[in-house]
């Protein structure tokens, strides 16, 4: 498996990238086929429904990045991490905690995202 603080960050540097090519790309590399994601305010499934969600909230939420907070987990084929939103130079509008569980073959299957509060 994976290194769940590798996973994480590699996870994050998908939401973080501004280019779409780069994200397809990254999505391709590091997701199954028909991955899904689901979590209180949006959701996707495969490769194409997970960018345009991406895709969406970045253009909701332009100026701003996820960085990673504590440290990641894992047991078995899932990692949990935490996570909060902020804008550049600004403090976080958002934390959340996301479950990922793996394929068999180490990519992203599922993810399951839960806030840890109201968006600011």
Not at 41 to 55: C, D, F, L, R, V
Not at 94 to 120: H, K, M, Q
């Amino acid at each position: 498996m994976t290194d769940p603080d590798t996973l994480a960050r590699g996870y994050l540097a998908l939401w973080n990238d501004p280019d779409a090519t780069s994200r397809s790309r990254r999505l391709s590399d590091g997701w199954a086929e028909d991955a899904r994601y689901v979590d209180p305010m949006m959701a996707g499934e495969g490769h194409a429904g997970i960018a345009a969600m991406i895709a969406s909230a970045r253009a909701q939420y332009p100026g701003h990045a996820f960085t990673l907070r504590g440290a990641p987990d894992a047991h078995g084929r899932f990692v949990r991490f935490s996570w909060v939103m902020a804008p550049d130079h600004g403090g976080p509008i958002v934390s959340g905690t996301d479950i990922v569980r793996l394929s068999t073959d180490g990519r992203i299957a599922e993810v399951i995202g839960f806030l840890d509060g109201p968006v600011a």
